[in-house]
C-alpha cells in the first residue's frame, strides 16, 4: 500500500460541534475488543450451468480460510471460485469461513442454474453503478441467429425491455441485488444470465461522537474565519473505478470521478476561488463504483479548522478492510486577513 500523507491526523481531535478523538475505524478493526466470530457472505453470478462467486465476508481479524459446498455433492477451498453444475435446478450453497482466531461463520444462499436449449443464445451483460444510478451493457451472443428481445429483472421488482438499460435504486442501506437479464433470439430459444451487485448510497461526512467510542455521527466541515478553500486527493489505494468526490454545500461541485485511477489529485480551489463567509458549513460525499462491497462504503473526518482530513473506505472485502485508506483527502482553508 502506498504511504499515507497526513495519516498523523486521523487521531488528532477533531473540532467541529463536539469534542471528536480517534477510536475502532469499524467491525473489522483488529485494535481492542473481544474477538468475534467471522460474518460469512458471499455473491454469485450464474450463466447457463456456470457459476462465479464472490467472498463478501467480514471479520474483527482477518477470514484465513474458505469452505465451499455447492449442493451437488462438490466442494472448494478458493476464496473466489468458479464451479460448473452437471444438470440445471435450484442448489443450496454454502460458504464455512474461518478466521485467525479458529473462530467461524457460515451463509446458505439458494442458486438456481438453467440448462440452455441447443442452438440457444448466450445470455451475457456487464453493470457499472454510481451509488444508487446503475448502467447494464447488453453483451449476448447468438452463434445461428440474432437475439431479438430482453427481458431485465432488477431485483427490487422493477424491469425492462430495452437492449442496455440504466436503472436507479431506492435504498438507504447498502443490499444485494439479483440482476437477471434473459434474451431471446429470432428461433425463440433463450437463456440467462444472474449476477448479484452490490448497491450503497454515497458515504458522507462522518465525525466520531466522542473519544475513543468508535461510533460515527453525521458532520459538517465548519469555517471559523472568511476562508478560500482547497481540496486535494492526498493518496489512494483501491482498485474500484468510478469513486467520485463531491462537494455537495456550500456549492454543488464534482472534483474527481474517478479517483482510485485519475491522476488529477489537485489540488481544487473550490468555487473558482472564491471567499466563504466564516461560519460556512462544507458538506461532502464519495460515491462508491465498487460492486463487491461487504460492507457500506463510509467517509471519515480528523482534524479540525483550518485543516480536515477525510479518509474513505470503498467497502470491498479483503484482509484487514475497512482501512480507510482507498481515498485520502485534505479539505484546507486559507483565512482571508
Same mark, same amino acid.
Given at each position: +500500500? &502506498?504511504?499515507?500523507?497526513?495519516?498523523?491526523?486521523?487521531?488528532?481531535?477533531?473540532?467541529?460541534?463536539?469534542? *471528536?478523538?480517534?477510536?475502532?475505524?469499524?467491525?473489522?478493526?483488529?485494535?481492542?475488543?473481544?474477538?468475534? $466470530?467471522? #460474518?460469512?457472505?458471499?455473491?454469485?453470478?450464474?450463466?447457463?450451468?456456470?457459476?462465479?462467486?464472490?467472498?463478501?465476508?467480514?471479520? %474483527?481479524?482477518?477470514? =484465513?480460510?474458505?469452505?465451499?459446498?455447492?449442493? %451437488?455433492?462438490?466442494?472448494?477451498?478458493?476464496?473466489?471460485?468458479?464451479?460448473?453444475?452437471?444438470?440445471? !435446478?435450484?442448489?443450496?450453497?454454502?460458504? #464455512?469461513? #474461518?478466521?485467525?482466531?479458529?473462530?467461524?461463520?457460515? &451463509?446458505?444462499?439458494?442458486?438456481?442454474?438453467?440448462?440452455?436449449?441447443?442452438?440457444?443464445?448466450? $445470455?451475457?451483460?456487464?453493470?457499472?453503478?454510481?451509488?444508487?444510478?446503475?448502467?447494464? /451493457?447488453? *453483451?449476448?451472443?447468438? $452463434?445461428?441467429?440474432?437475439?431479438?428481445?430482453?427481458?431485465?429483472?432488477?431485483?427490487?421488482?422493477?424491469?425492462?425491455?430495452?437492449?442496455?438499460?440504466?436503472?436507479?435504486?431506492?435504498?438507504?442501506? &447498502? @443490499?444485494?441485488?439479483?440482476?437477471?437479464?434473459?434474451?431471446?433470439?429470432?428461433?425463440?430459444?433463450?437463456?440467462?444470465? =444472474?449476477?448479484?451487485?452490490?448497491?450503497?448510497?454515497?458515504? =458522507?461526512?462522518?465525525?466520531? %461522537?466522542?473519544?475513543?467510542?468508535?461510533?460515527?455521527?453525521?458532520?459538517?466541515?465548519?469555517?471559523?474565519?472568511?476562508?478560500?478553500?482547497?481540496?486535494?486527493?492526498?493518496? &489512494?489505494?483501491?482498485?474500484?473505478?468510478?469513486? @467520485?468526490?463531491? +462537494?455537495?454545500?456550500?456549492?454543488?461541485?464534482?472534483?474527481?470521478?474517478?479517483?482510485?485511477?485519475?491522476?488529477?489529485? !489537485?489540488?481544487?480551489?473550490?468555487?473558482? !476561488?472564491?471567499?466563504?463567509?466564516?461560519?460556512?458549513?462544507?458538506?461532502?460525499?464519495?460515491?462508491?463504483?465498487?460492486?463487491?462491497?461487504?460492507?457500506?462504503?463510509?467517509l471519515h473526518v480528523s482534524g479540525s479548522?483550518?485543516?480536515?482530513?477525510?479518509?474513505?473506505?470503498?467497502?470491498?472485502? !479483503? $484482509?484487514? /478492510?475497512?482501512?480507510f485508506n482507498d481515498l485520502v483527502i485534505?479539505?484546507?482553508?486559507?483565512?482571508? /486577513?
Amino acid at each position: +500500500m &502506498r504511504p499515507i500523507r497526513s495519516l498523523y491526523l486521523w487521531c488528532a481531535p477533531v473540532v467541529l460541534s463536539a469534542a *471528536l478523538g480517534c477510536g475502532k475505524d469499524g467491525p473489522s478493526d483488529p485494535g481492542g475488543g473481544d474477538d468475534v $466470530a467471522p #460474518t460469512a457472505d458471499f455473491s454469485s453470478a450464474c450463466s447457463g450451468l456456470q457459476c462465479d462467486f464472490t467472498d463478501l465476508s467480514t471479520d %474483527d481479524g482477518q477470514v =484465513t480460510k474458505f469452505a465451499w459446498q455447492f449442493g %451437488d455433492g462438490n466442494g472448494s477451498s478458493t476464496r473466489n471460485p468458479t464451479h460448473a453444475f452437471a444438470g440445471g !435446478g435450484e442448489f443450496s450453497v454454502e460458504l #464455512t469461513v #474461518t478466521d485467525d482466531k479458529d473462530l467461524q461463520g457460515s &451463509r446458505t444462499k439458494t442458486v438456481t442454474v438453467t440448462l440452455p436449449a441447443t442452438g440457444a443464445p448466450t $445470455a451475457d451483460f456487464s453493470v457499472t453503478c454510481s451509488s444508487l444510478d446503475c448502467t447494464f /451493457e447488453d *453483451l449476448s451472443t447468438d $452463434a445461428d441467429g440474432t437475439v431479438v428481445a430482453w427481458a431485465w429483472e432488477f431485483g427490487d421488482g422493477a424491469t425492462s425491455a430495452d437492449a442496455s438499460p440504466g436503472h436507479s435504486y431506492d435504498i438507504a442501506e &447498502r @443490499t444485494i441485488f439479483p440482476v437477471t437479464l434473459t434474451v431471446t433470439d429470432n428461433d425463440g430459444k433463450a437463456s440467462s444470465k =444472474t449476477v448479484e451487485i452490490t448497491v450503497s448510497p454515497a458515504a =458522507t461526512l462522518k465525525c466520531e %461522537d466522542a473519544p475513543g467510542t468508535g461510533q460515527f455521527v453525521s458532520c459538517d466541515l465548519v469555517l471559523d474565519q472568511d476562508s478560500h478553500v482547497t481540496v486535494n486527493l492526498e493518496s &489512494r489505494s483501491c482498485q474500484a473505478h468510478g469513486n @467520485t468526490f463531491e +462537494m455537495t454545500a456550500p456549492v454543488p461541485e464534482t472534483l474527481f470521478t474517478d479517483g482510485c485511477y485519475t491522476p488529477n489529485t !489537485g489540488p481544487f480551489a473550490l468555487n473558482n !476561488g472564491a471567499v466563504f463567509a466564516a461560519g460556512t458549513h462544507l458538506k461532502a460525499q464519495v460515491i462508491s463504483g465498487a460492486l463487491n462491497q461487504s460492507l457500506a462504503p463510509a467517509l471519515h473526518v480528523s482534524g479540525s479548522f483550518p485543516q480536515w482530513t477525510l479518509t474513505f473506505d470503498d467497502g470491498v472485502a !479483503g $484482509a484487514g /478492510e475497512p482501512d480507510f485508506n482507498d481515498l485520502v483527502i485534505t479539505v484546507t482553508a486559507d483565512p482571508v /486577513e
